[in-house]
């Protein structure tokens, strides 16, 4: 829901296909959907940062790591910790002087950055590593921003924190198959590729998707992403992609 931004979220979680692929029972409205989120414990939430952190590394970051970890300054706080190089955002936390001290202890248990995190505050914004470029900076905030859940579907800002990143690594990961689109903004992303219409049709264990034109389907095309099978690893069958 999150990589179809805060416009988009309620439509795919209303869509009755999108509920019929992901096995999402009609029990499952708003209200539950806010209350499994507040049922999520804060290690439970790390766990899964610290996956898609390291998945990150180890898929997209081939360098040394360049890590920059602060504050944000707008309300309410987060902390951020960003990889500079490849813009990917690895870890966020609502900040605390308990989440500062767990997000410096975490980046210092990765072994890349043993030597680089045992840096005290400098000031009430920068824990660690070289600061983000104020553009970067802009970018990404302007990111978290597009990945925001509707009121509706918003639960607490530490899952609100935890699954913005696991969205954006998602569409970074996209958006890294797109020759001159790998840093492109989120909401840039989606309006030029991924904002379209398609519709399924399934016969004999195949589905076969047939993909509206976006405004830059060209390079898709390019890419050799508008024609691939995908398998979901819950569901029998393949999904074959088709440009309409």
Not at 101 to 122: F, G, H, Q, V
Request: glycine share 6%; with cysteine; charged share 15%.
């Amino acid at each position: 829901m999150k990589c179809f931004g805060t416009a988009g979220a309620s439509l795919v979680f209303n869509d009755p296909l999108v509920r019929d692929l992901l096995s999402i029972t009609p029990q499952i409205d708003p209200p539950s959907l806010k209350t499994w989120q507040l049922a999520l414990t804060r290690q439970q939430l790390l766990d899964f940062q610290k996956h898609i952190a390291l998945w990150q590394i180890n898929n997209s970051i081939a360098t040394d790591l360049s890590i920059s970890a602060f504050a944000t300054a707008s309300k309410p706080q987060s902390l951020l910790c960003c990889e500079q190089q490849h813009r990917s955002l690895l870890l966020a936390l609502p900040d605390s002087p308990s989440s500062r001290r767990l997000l410096l202890k975490t980046i210092s248990e990765w072994p890349a950055c043993a030597d680089s995190t045992n840096i005290p505050a400098i000031d009430g914004h920068q824990l660690a590593g070289t600061p983000l470029t104020e553009a970067d900076l802009r970018a990404l905030l302007r990111d978290l921003v597009f990945l925001r859940l509707p009121a509706a579907l918003r639960s607490s800002q530490r899952s609100e924190l935890t699954f913005g990143v696991a969205a954006r690594a998602l569409l970074r990961n996209f958006s890294g198959r797109l020759m001159g689109f790998s840093q492109s903004g989120l909401e840039y992303l989606f309006g030029n590729f991924l904002d379209v219409p398609a519709s399924v049709q399934t016969s004999s264990g195949q589905s076969i998707v047939r993909v509206g034109r976006p405004p830059l389907h060209i390079v898709l095309n390019l890419a050799g992403m508008n024609r691939q099978s995908y398998t979901l690893s819950w569901s029998p069958g393949n999904f074959t992609l088709f440009p309409d």
